[in-house]
């Protein structure tokens, strides 16, 4: 996590400059975990997006309008709206060494305060006024924490301090040495050590640290000279106790990796931003437009990549055990010989040394000397007899498999093209009820409904519906279409299934051409200069039994070759 101490202390000097004094002009549900309020100050619309995510919390300034996610709102939405929208931000701050940010509001209803506390698992949004808790995100009851209960009408209370940590800002050296001379565990890191005894040092700093220090960011504590760690923390911290942020964002070939307010050298590709704020949005991306919910969509996408893996290895097995047939074989094989040789077999012998065949290897097989010579040959019959059954269903399980990976591809597409939180929210529930989604279950996003597939219309009047996800593909082909309309699909890779109405005219080719062109577009393959398409009728398109969602089989198709656009760059 990088939005730590040091981060929330860099944010609030932010916000001080360019948000204090401004008017929130307009309240909205971002997510079912997010608010999202535009702030007019200095002569210009700023939107600030306030996230109590579980898993992606964060507290972001953006330049781009936000959009409302939900298509009810929220109950914090309408609080809000009640005590927040119309008010100015008089103060902005931070309890000391606290991941928490406060924001001081005049209202409709006089001073509140809103309340951020962006903690991975303990995220949190509330809403104060004089000190007491209007309501807030996540509720947490006194079975969950006894100290510190967030339920409306109650009283707002800091984390417990935080004790056993020293002050980085003036720790001394003898300190560090004590961090070290007292760590008994020969497998901790030294960034462990430094994370777990230094105020506000997140991992992410304690590796800086340990970089510096060493050059090696999982060096063991045991290894670690106090001097040099000293001298790396000193270097690093010194900068921010006196609030010289240095923002930035370090980038790979996968994109950003991370964030921070100090200068990394322990990641490569580390390089400064203009403000915090815009190294923020590199990280997360901005809850605006198609990119809106590229954060959100991290760990649906995780999960779809364990569920892969999973059944990849599933398959690699199933497979394996297709060509198993000579280990097969070995147990009938050992079974005959030791009911051949079973009165030579001296009491207590472990192996029986044989050959089956004159030119064939010898067999070495082993004896259970519990058993008989007859209980050892039926143990191996019965092993050979359970092996041979299994491979009697492996075929119908690969076919299984595949079609679960077949599918996972299918959502992996899905998730890609989602822009809303209902598309994203299908996702999440079909991994969840194929047994794909790790945790907690995926609860169904509040006010999502369900998304709706595409409808378009040509200027000759022939419909064309396109299914954007598994569900919708359903939808389209086994709900919207009929036998005698057209059916097209991106050939061989997870896509749309596109489907033009046959109303009685002729479709012209040239509405065949748009509709393949959508199908292209709405594939794995978008990027592509140019798709393969298959055009048959709804008629000759099946599902695939025991399959998911929008899994099918067709024939009789012709192939065609369509470059890839969107509904908004043909006309037709």
Not at 159 to 168: C, E, I, Y
Not at 171 to 179: G, S
Request: proline share 5%; charged share 25%; hydrophobic share 40%.
């Amino acid at each position: 996590m990088y939005l730590d101490a040091f981060t929330i202390a860099a944010l609030v000097d932010e916000f001080m400059d360019v948000l204090v004094g401004g008017r929130i002009q307009d309240v909205l549900d971002v997510d079912d975990t997010g608010i999202g309020m535009e702030v007019y100050s200095e002569r210009k619309r700023r939107y600030l997006y306030l996230s109590a995510d579980p898993q992606i919390p964060r507290i972001q300034l953006l330049d781009e309008k936000l959009r409302r996610g939900l298509v009810k709102p929220t109950q914090m939405g309408l609080l809000f709206r009640r005590y927040v929208e119309g008010g100015v931000i008089e103060h902005i701050s931070q309890p000391p060494w606290e991941r928490i940010m406060q924001f001081d509001v005049t209202g409709p209803e006089g001073a509140v305060s809103i309340v951020v506390e962006p903690m991975e698992r303990r995220s949190n949004l509330l809403l104060l006024q004089k000190g007491i808790i209007v309501d807030c995100m996540r509720r947490v009851g006194p079975d969950e924490n006894r100290y510190r209960l967030s339920l409306p009408a109650h009283e707002y209370k800091l984390p417990p301090p935080m004790v056993g940590k020293s002050d980085p800002n003036h720790v001394i050296l003898e300190e560090v040495e004590a961090f070290f001379e007292q760590n008994e565990d020969p497998k901790r890191k030294t960034q462990q050590v430094l994370a777990s005894r230094l105020l506000g040092v997140s991992p992410l700093l304690a590796k800086e640290i340990t970089y510096r220090a060493s050059g090696d960011v999982n060096q063991k504590a045991a290894d670690a000279d106090p001097d040099r760690i000293f001298a790396a923390l000193k270097t690093l911290i010194d900068p921010l106790a006196k609030r010289n942020w240095s923002p930035g964002i370090a980038e790979n070939e996968n994109g950003v990796e991370a964030y921070s307010v100090y200068p990394i050298e322990s990641l490569a590709g580390w390089h400064s931003s203009e403000t915090l704020s815009e190294a923020i949005t590199a990280y997360y991306g901005a809850p605006v437009g198609e990119d809106a919910y590229r954060a959100a969509k991290a760990p649906v996408f995780e999960a779809i990549r364990e569920g892969q893996a999973k059944l990849g290895a599933r398959l690699a097995a199933l497979e394996k055990s297709m060509t198993d047939e000579e280990d097969r074989e070995v147990l009938r094989q050992s079974g005959e010989l030791i009911l051949a040789y079973q009165y030579g077999l001296a009491k207590g012998q472990t192996e029986l040394k044989a050959q089956y065949d004159a030119d064939a290897p010898e067999l070495v097989i082993k004896l259970n000397t519990e058993l008989t010579p007859l209980e050892n040959a039926q143990a191996y019959f019965s092993r050979y007899d359970k092996a041979k059954k299994a491979l009697e269903d492996v075929p119908g399980l690969i076919a299984e498999t595949r079609n679960g990976l077949n599918y996972l591809g299918q959502l992996t597409t899905d998730l890609e093209f989602a822009t809303s939180w209902p598309e994203i929210d299908e996702v999440r529930q079909i991994l969840q009820a194929e047994g794909h989604w790790r945790g907690a279950a995926a609860k169904k996003i509040a006010g999502s409904g369900q998304s709706a597939p595409l409808k378009v219309v040509t200027g000759d009047g022939f419909v064309i519906w396109v299914g954007r996800n598994s569900r919708q593909n359903e939808n389209v082909t086994f709900g919207k279409g009929g036998g005698q309309d057209y059916w097209l699909h991106a050939r061989g890779v997870p896509g749309a299934h596109v489907v033009v109405k046959f109303d009685g005219r002729a479709v012209p080719p040239a509405v065949l051409d748009f509709a393949a062109s959508l199908a292209a577009y709405y594939s794995s393959r978008r990027t592509d200069g140019k798709v393969e398409v298959d055009v048959t009728r709804c008629l000759y398109v099946k599902k695939i039994k025991g399959a998911g969602q929008g899994m099918v089989t067709y024939r009789n198709e012709e192939t065609v070759s369509a470059v890839p656009r969107s509904d908004k760059d043909i006309t037709v």
